[in-house]
């Protein structure tokens, strides 16, 4: 390979760098913000979802991630049932995420292994 190649390949490479930074930048500003859910302990200390109630904006992702050593689920509840996916078990230090859309109903979610455990989206 000739240097005068090398160098134009260098140049392809960086301006690809720079497409690939500017592409991220855009992307995350797109997908509107995170907002992080805890699994398992409620802010009094009961077993729920903290915070209880989350309001966001369609297209925002919503991060559920499990901080106790139970399993948990993250379920749609029948009146909701579409607005997420939601998961089977979700295990000890294992995350859930998901893009939520407009929903002019506020969402509720449940754990399936603990029915007392009860969450709510409310997306503007
Ligand atoms: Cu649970």
Redesign the pocket.
Known sequence: MSAKIDRRLALQIGALALSAAAFGEKRAFADGKVTQIK??KSADGS?GFDPKEVTITAGDTVEWSNETT????VTPDADSTGKFEGTDSLKPKQKYSTTIKASADPIHYH????PT?KGTIIVK
């Open positions: 699994v398992g077993m139970f399993e948990h689920t754990c399936d292994f603990h455990m």
